[in-house]
């Protein structure tokens, strides 16, 4: 009988594992949707089958950050981090929830971890360079930025980075002819925003 009873739990401990992981999977699949409060829903009923689950507290985090509840946010991916094994995407996740809060020192360490862990992790290298560019430090953020580009260079927001620190940093026309041959692989509108507004600005300063 001890047998049988033992065996009858392991088998709901699996069974109870293999359902978080499809409510985690399938809310990933509503989050990617843009359906965030449906995703939460989904995520919610895997708590209450696995409460300590760290994947599940740190998909519960992108979803608050994505619908701007930074607090919610930042609670739950500290929960992530707090009960998981460390992992790259939870400490890189960590710093998004820091760094829409505005406590922009907190997330470059979070940022820091993440890259100790894996040291070529996109989104941690990502939250740097948008950090130090936030700083006013556009060099070091040209560091990451370039890094990405070199790695990904199709990503719009990465693309947008460059072009702004270098001319932030005084290489307007850099900057603008970076612009134009990007926007003849890419027909981005924010991308073309960007470019007219470089150009008005290196008008108005020759005249």
């Known amino acids: 009988m001890k047998k049988i009873f033992i065996f009858l739990m ?20 509503l989050v990617r949707m843009g359906n965030y409060t449906e995703g939460l829903n989904l995520l919610n009923e895997a708590l209450e089958l696995d409460p300590e689950n760290d994947t599940t507290w740190n998909n519960i985090s992108l979803c608050y950050d994505a619908i ?29 929830a820091y760094f829409d809060l505005g406590n922009i020192e907190e997330a470059k360490l979070a940022y820091e971890k993440s890259l100790q862990l894996k040291e070529d992790y996109y989104y941690a290298l990502y939250g740097l360079g948008n950090y130090y560019h936030e700083i006013g430090e556009y060099e070091k953020a040209l560091e990451y930025f370039y890094n990405l580009y070199d790695n990904n260079p199709i990503n719009i927001d990465v693309i ?12 307007v026309d850099y ?12 027909n981005s509108d924010e991308l073309k925003q960007l470019l007219e507004l470089l150009i008005e600005n290196r008008n108005a300063d020759n005249e």
């Open 68 to 96: 701007g509840e930074y607090q919610l946010a930042l609670e739950a991916a500290q929960k992530a981090v707090n009960l998981g094994d460390e992992n790259e995407v939870e400490y890189s996740n960590l710093g998004n």
């Open 175 to 186: 900057a603008i002819d970076f612009l134009e041959d990007e926007i003849e692989k890419f």
């Open 10 to 29: 392991v088998l709901l401990l699996f069974g109870c594992e293999n359902e978080v992981d499809t409510y985690n999977r399938d809310a990933l699949k």
């Open 160 to 171: 947008r980075y460059i072009a702004f620190c270098n001319y932030k940093l005084g290489q």
